[in-house]
């Protein structure tokens, strides 16, 4: 054969071709190959932990390919990412698939995980056959389904935005709804009266609409606002679920207080 033969998989077939019996490698020889070094190498098994395993009590421990990970290096098994997508497409959580665009996203968004969604090219290699075919299908009807709404603050027609969980759901478009968000929290700064409702709102935004009291949900908001704007709000949640334990707390503390007084008075 002419020409240089290159590459490790042609070293090996060249040197077990050998016509001469004694070049040709024994068999302990042959495994010290670089090419079977490699092998196993690859061969070799990465464990990782399933998040949703994990919180839910199961064994987590799982093997790196049986399963893929958000963009911020959240692990779900295959089986956890079949459930996700199980529940996404649910009559009754259409809704829920329409702000996510279909896009099925880690189980800690979006409190925790910001990640637009699970690669479709992921979703293919993991989930059963006839589970993606009805992902992608719902992916269709959505885009086919894809209407105007009227905002309430613009009046301009746009297909996204923020949706309050009314019967009416009164919606905001994409370009109002974070400048209504950062005016409500301007608002609670400013104001106690705001400040308080807020809190006993627990740290929930309520609809724009004047006659309306619904409060927008978590996913909601992380769907419609952009990154710096949902964690504002996620700052003045913490911010109101702190002064509610402390406020709980205190109140705890002040009633173990009395009872001690009485009973010390009693022991007197």
Request: hydrophobic share 35%.
């Amino acid at each position: 054969a002419g020409g240089e033969v290159r590459g490790h998989t042609a070293e090996l077939v060249t040197a077990l071709i050998s016509v001469d019996p004694k070049t040709r490698p024994s068999a302990n020889h042959t495994m010290r190959f670089i090419f079977f070094t490699i092998l196993r190498e690859v061969g070799k098994k990465v464990a990782r932990m399933c998040l949703v395993c994990e919180s839910s009590g199961d064994d987590a421990v799982k093997d790196s390919d049986a399963g893929i990970e958000c963009s911020e290096g959240r692990f779900h098994c295959g089986p956890c990412v079949s459930k996700l997508v199980q529940g996404v497409l649910q009559v009754e959580y259409s809704g829920k698939r329409a702000l996510q665009d279909s896009q099925i996203m880690c189980s800690k968004y979006p409190s925790e995980c910001r990640t637009k969604g699970f690669h479709d090219r992921d979703l293919a290699l993991h989930l059963p056959p006839h589970l993606f075919q009805a992902y992608l299908t719902s992916k269709i009807e959505l885009a086919c389904q894809e209407d105007q709404y009227r905002c309430t603050i613009c009046f301009d027609d746009s297909s996204r935005g923020l949706v309050c969980e009314a019967r009416m759901g009164h919606f905001i478009c994409s370009e109002c709804a974070p400048q209504e968000v950062q005016r409500v929290l301007q608002e609670i700064e400013d104001s106690e009266v705001t400040l308080e409702r807020h809190r006993a709102q627990g740290g929930r935004i309520k609809c724009v609409h004047p006659k309306c009291s619904v409060l927008y949900s978590e996913p909601a908001l992380a769907h419609a606002l952009p990154d710096d704007a949902f964690r504002q709000y996620c700052a003045a949640q913490d911010s109101v679920v702190e002064q509610r334990l402390f406020t709980q707390l205190q109140q705890r503390f002040q009633e173990q207080l009395a009872i001690a007084m009485v009973e010390f008075e009693n022991g007197n």
